[in-house]
């Protein structure tokens, strides 16, 4: 009997061995005939070729630099990657006319949010009409709220006293490298962590601990994010039902995900949120549908976890090479905050007043914004203001990555890294945001603009005037790993020395 159910078992097994090669070999089949298909059928041009045969990467270290070298030779500044389905721009009047004149023909699009949609759900990232609008005048007027503001300014200041400062400290002097990229990603997790959800994961506590949380969401935003390379959604669709390699672990990554906001939300609801100021306490207020409330909060930590870390990291790296840029900034801090250390950090009225800091800023998000593109879909044909044509359904794309660095856009010295581009008489003056759409613009624009302004500049204050930081490999640039938002692969490598020592 036992050998009978044995030799039974064993056949079960080869049936579902066999099933389990099929349905791979019948998959890669799929995903190569897709391929072969776009290919031969779609497009020959150079572009498509060069693309599909990933031969740019002969001459470009990543695809943001070979769209703008593209973008650049095009007369009309936006290119057509037609295997894709893809127009890309860096034309300021096409962006206007996507972002704001044609908004409503512009949304993010089905495409889009298929690719997130497993993370952020209904979340304001992922969607569009309605939902979105109803998401938006909610976190509009809270994060326009004056206690809100101050709550988050409370959280930051927190966050540097109690553990940055204290990180630096321990390595100061020491000849001991720090990741500066690595310390910013934990700071602004801690950050958005207890500013959406009024938790504190710690992850930039002095031993720098693993943070579940955080390596869940890591992997879960960067698997959406792969989602969008494949040749075809297909591919991952397929993968999925599958339940396939990456598509297993992102299911995986993503109830991990799941599973800890879900915790939040009881310990919200068994402490009472009436009185707190978490985002997650104020849209409770409102909303009770445990899911919708759960996509809210993960759509924001996306929004606001990488973003900031991504721009102070790069502006680091630039402070790195421009040493007079670092004296002027030290110099209007001490103007207005004296040189003694009495006064820990800077009030938002001083803040406001540091004009060169702000322009220092903004030159830095302009040469490495920290979302170097982003894309749309038309719901209908049109035609852009340079005269392209839009067939309904085709993706486009604004590229403030390659904005940045085109002439027509910026003059001649685009490259140059130069905060006064953003002075007139020592004042910030604003640009067309259609030009340096970092934060994106028109009806979408971002809504932590000034909260993340406010965290950026809060960090540099704190670490300018206490230390000087001197980056390991001073000649090696900024390398970009894919991904949502823009991480140098290897990250920052530094050396601290505090002040005065
Ligand atoms: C330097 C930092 C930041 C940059 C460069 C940035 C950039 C952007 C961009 C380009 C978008 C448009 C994305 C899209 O529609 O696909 C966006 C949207 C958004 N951002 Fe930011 N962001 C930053 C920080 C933050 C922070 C700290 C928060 C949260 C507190 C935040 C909250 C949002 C939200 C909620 C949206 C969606 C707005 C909507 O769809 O109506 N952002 N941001």
Known sequence: ???????????????????????????????????VLRMKVWCNCEICQAFLTSSWNEEFDNLSDWYTHLLKKSPTGTIHIHV??????????????????????????????????DLLGRGIFNVDGDSWKFQRKMASLELGSISIRMHAFDIVRSEIHSRLIPLL??????????????VFRRFSFDIICKFSFGLDPGCLNLSLPISEFAEAFDLASKLSAQRAVASSPLIWKVKRLLNLGTEKQLKEAIKMVDEFAQEMINQRREKGFSDSNDLLSRFMGTINDEKYLRDIVISFLLAGRDTVASGLTSFFWLLSQHPEVESAIRDELERFMGTSSDQQFASFDQMREMHYLHAALYESLRLFPPVQFDSKFAQEDDILPDGTFVRIGTRVTYHPYAMGRMDRVWGSDCLEY?????????????????????????????????????????????????YSIRIADPNQAPRFAPGLTATVRGGLPILVQERGA
């Open 169 to 182: 400290s321990s390595v100061s002097g020491k000849e001991q490298v720090l990741d500066l990229q690595d």
């Open 1 to 35: 009997m036992d050998s009978e159910l044995s030799l039974w078992l064993c056949s079960m097994c080869s049936v579902f061995c066999l099933m389990f090669f099929s349905f791979t070999l019948l998959f890669s089949l799929f995903s190569l005939l897709i391929l």
């Open 84 to 117: 894709l389905g893809n127009i890309i721009t860096a034309n300021p009047e096409n962006v206007e006319h996507i972002l704001k004149t044609r908004f409503e023909n512009y949304p993010k699009g089905k495409p889009f949010s298929a690719l997130l949609g």
């Open 418 to 466: 130069k905060p006064e581009r953003w002075l007139k008489n020592g004042r910030y003056i604003p640009e067309n945001p259609y030009k340096f759409p970092v934060f994106q613009a028109g009806q979408r624009v971002c809504l932590g603009k000034e909260m993340a302004l406010v965290d950026m500049k809060c960090v540099v204050l704190a670490i300018i005037r206490r």
